[in-house]
């Protein structure tokens, strides 16, 4: 029922040959990887090419077993033909699972009628922001992963899934998104419960266009230095990671009253706020080490957090280490200790004078 071929390099209409010859077998699921496909000079013309492509057309319209596709490192040696007539073959395949992975793609075509399409990964590849806008087929559509890809729009980006109504899992990490606000409408699937935005190029401005059912989000490495108060409403967001930003401080949890799971390591937070876990109720575990912490009468507070937080600080104590001032450097929190005089200043007026 499986089939992995590796290395391929063939006349395109041989590798034709051998995917109909599969197709028509009980195989469910082809794995194609490092393939080059190539063609004599006489095929390298749309009208050479076409024949062989409707041949295929006639395949992928019948039910067959074939339930997943992978093609991975894909090479192109033909140049001369119509791409869209290559890409039609591929969007109307009648299979739950596509992947065509670093193959330089840089379009697909939205399925002329409702496709069989549960799961669609095209990473790696250069896809721009025009990919399936307006596409009212992809409705069995479940998960979609376009990381690494040329994406910029996070607007846009967010109108490709509004038709999708069975989306749940969108991967866009490692691509060039921006979102500058400004009273920009998103229009996100309802039923998207899970978003990674991660390496991307997004701000503050971010929590204004995200999908208003979302669980699980990952905004990991963008250029984040504040979670705005009473902008995002996400009543049902449980995990949310924001490692490597910019962040000063802990967010609070006034419109995630849901949140669980909370990553801030690596920002700049100096002295994290003390009442994280009274704002936040919920949270179950929060992930901040690895920052560059000042140790100061400030930071005591957060220290005497860890003791009544009952474990909920994830790499407690190793993660979280002095960076300033210089002489207590690489010291971790938990030997950190300053006397109550050195940081009450009544107390320490009072003392002095009574010495003196």
Not at 137 to 155: H, P, Y
Not at 235 to 248: H, I
Not at 296 to 303: T, V
């Amino acid at each position: 029922t499986t089939v992995t071929l590796d290395a391929v390099d063939l006349q395109w209409a041989i590798i034709l040959q051998i995917f109909m010859l599969i197709w028509y077998s009980p195989v469910e699921h082809l794995t194609v990887r490092n393939l080059t496909f190539r063609g004599p000079l006489e095929e390298l013309t749309e009208y050479a090419f076409q024949p062989l492509l409707s041949s295929v057309e006639q395949l992928i319209s019948l039910d067959g077993s074939m339930k997943a596709l992978t093609l991975e490192h894909v090479r192109n040696k033909v140049y001369y033909f119509n791409q869209e007539i290559l890409y039609r073959q591929f969007s109307e395949m009648n299979i739950a699972n596509l992947t065509i992975a670093d193959a330089y793609m840089p379009h697909m075509l939205c399925p002329n009628r409702t496709s069989s399409f549960q799961c669609l990964n095209f990473s790696h590849n250069a896809l721009t922001d025009e990919l399936f806008q307006n596409c009212g087929t992809l409705v069995d559509l479940k998960l979609l992963i376009l990381q690494k890809n040329k994406f910029e729009s996070l607007r846009k980006v967010s109108f490709m899934t509004s038709h999708m109504k069975s989306l749940t899992y969108l991967d866009m990490s490692n691509n060039l998104l921006r979102h500058d606000g400004a009273g920009v409408q998103c229009q996100w699937a309802e039923s998207l419960a899970e978003l990674d935005l991660s390496s991307n190029q997004l701000v503050d401005a971010v929590f204004e266009c995200l999908p208003a059912n979302v669980q699980k989000l990952s905004l990991r490495n963008n250029q984040i230095s504040n979670v705005p108060s009473g902008v995002a409403e996400l009543k049902s967001l449980e995990e949310l990671n924001l490692a490597l930003n910019r962040l000063a401080d802990l967010p609070g949890c006034g419109g995630f009253t849901s949140l669980q799971f909370l990553n801030v390591e690596m920002n700049s937070i100096l002295t994290p706020s003390a009442d994280f876990f009274q704002s936040c109720p919920r949270v179950r575990e929060l992930q901040a080490g690895h920052n560059p912490f000042q140790c100061s009468c400030e930071l005591q507070a957060f220290i005497r957090l860890e003791r009544r937080s009952g474990g909920k600080l994830f790499g407690w104590p190793a993660a979280y280490v002095c960076e300033y001032p210089e002489g207590l450097r690489g010291t971790e929190l938990k030997d950190f200790h300053l006397s109550p005089l050195a940081c009450n200043t009544t107390l320490l007026l009072v003392t002095a004078l009574l010495l003196t």
